[in-house]
């Protein structure tokens, strides 16, 4: 389905990462893996951990608080917030309700967005027709997860997550900028490809199910690889249809951060210089719902992105669930 959302806009991004680093090195101690091959198919060199008293929702409202003080307003002006997380705080109530209760941000309507990796893109589309139909002025979107919470660290697959936050903050803009175009897809045939299959109402937390220790991830990381160098070029080749541009228009793309050969392959196949391909999985691994908003948070903190520049935002994640979207930054 064609979608035009205009005159919507971010006017403040926030991110936070959580102080505590464990390096590939510290990893090479853990499990049986490598810092060479991590850095060369993975591109990671470190990621952040959150500390056992942080959970998800801490993450997130100083994310969120970030973005609301970069956006200039105050917090009861925000109408509602979307928290985009894999890894809730708990099941019940929802993240986005905990960090309302963080933030003191008592005037807005909250809830939680589930699409894992690809979180955040859903999260700007769904704020996006919040704002475009005029029912909501402020979105608060943040993107957050604690992949250390279902991550099984005696296996090597505990090389690819880490933890952190993105926030951003969408209302209307006038002139022909903001967001030009979204092309969201999900496939519900490739659910189990990445999965956590426990602590939900299939297999709740009972003792055997610990024991067989089904709260942590499962990934299929050679389907993963496939997948994404199939359908995200699809999603922007579709996205930039939309929005009557071509791959020659992108200054900037910022796509999600799974590992540095799937972005090097995207790139390939969509024909963009890798040059404008950003990337901070060397320092955050793959963040989930975070790795959009922290590195725009900081392309746009260290004045890298400039008004008028285009922007490609993509990403894929578990469900399959992946899409794309162009903004022209005000
Ligand atoms: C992970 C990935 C690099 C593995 O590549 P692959 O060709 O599918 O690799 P395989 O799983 O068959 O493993 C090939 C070799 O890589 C090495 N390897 C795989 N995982 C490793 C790890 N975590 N640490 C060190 N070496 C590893 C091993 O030598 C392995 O051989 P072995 O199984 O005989 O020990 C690739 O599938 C990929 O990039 N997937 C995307 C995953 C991803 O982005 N996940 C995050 C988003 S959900």
Same mark, same amino acid.
């Given at each position: 389905m064609k979608q035009f959302v205009k005159k919507v806009s971010i006017v403040g991004t926030g991110s936070y990462l959580p102080e505590k680093i464990y390096t590939n090195q510290y990893l090479e101690s853990i499990v049986s893996t490598s810092d060479q091959w991590i850095q060369e198919n993975l591109g990671i060199k470190e990621r952040r951990i959150a500390s056992p008293n942080q959970a998800t929702s801490d993450l997130?409202?100083?994310?969120?608080?970030? @973005?609301?003080?970069?956006?200039?307003?105050?917090? =009861?002006?925000?109408? #509602?917030?979307?928290?985009?997380?894999?890894?809730?705080?708990?099941?019940?109530?929802s993240t986005a309700c905990i960090v309302q209760d963080k933030l003191k941000a008592y005037n807005a309507v909250a809830f939680d967005l589930s699409a894992v990796c690809s979180g955040f893109l859903f999260g700007l589309s769904t704020a996006a027709q919040f704002i475009a139909s005029s029912v909501y002025k402020y979105v608060l979107l943040i993107g957050a997860d604690t992949f250390s919470r279902i991550t099984d660290w005696s296996q090597r697959e505990c090389v690819f997550f880490g933890d952190g936050?993105? @926030?951003?903050?969408?209302?209307?803009?006038?002139? =022909?900028?903001?967001? #030009?175009?979204?092309?969201?897809?999900?496939?519900?045939?490739?659910?189990?490809?990445?999965?956590?299959p426990g602590g939900g109402s299939e297999n709740p937390l009972t003792r055997e199910n610990i024991e067989k220790k089904l709260q942590y991830f499962e990934m299929n990381g050679r389907e993963v690889y496939n997948t994404a160098?199939?359908?995200?070029?699809?999603?922007?080749?579709?996205?930039l249809k939309d929005a009557n541009l071509s791959i020659d228009d992108i200054d900037?793309?910022?796509?999600?951060?799974?590992s540095i050969r799937i972005l090097k392959e995207t790139a390939r196949l969509i024909g963009l210089p890798f040059e404008k391909v950003m990337t901070n999985m060397d320092r955050y691994a793959n963040t989930s719902a975070g790795t959009i908003p922290i590195l725009l948070d900081e392309l746009n903190k260290s004045g890298k992105i400039k008004k008028n520049n285009i922007i490609l935002f993509a990403a894929v994640g578990s469900g399959w669930t992946w899409g794309a979207s162009v903004i022209k930054w005000t």
């Open positions: 997130a409202a100083q994310a969120g608080l970030a @973005a609301i003080k970069s956006a200039g307003i105050s917090v =009861n002006e925000i109408d #509602l917030i979307i928290v985009a997380t894999a890894t809730p705080d708990r099941l019940a109530p936050a993105g @926030a951003a903050v969408l209302t209307h803009t006038e002139g =022909n900028a903001g967001f #030009l175009a979204f092309k969201l897809y999900s496939d519900g045939r490739g659910k189990f490809n990445f999965t956590v160098t199939k359908v995200i070029p699809m999603a922007v080749s579709e996205v900037f793309m910022i796509p999600h951060q799974p």
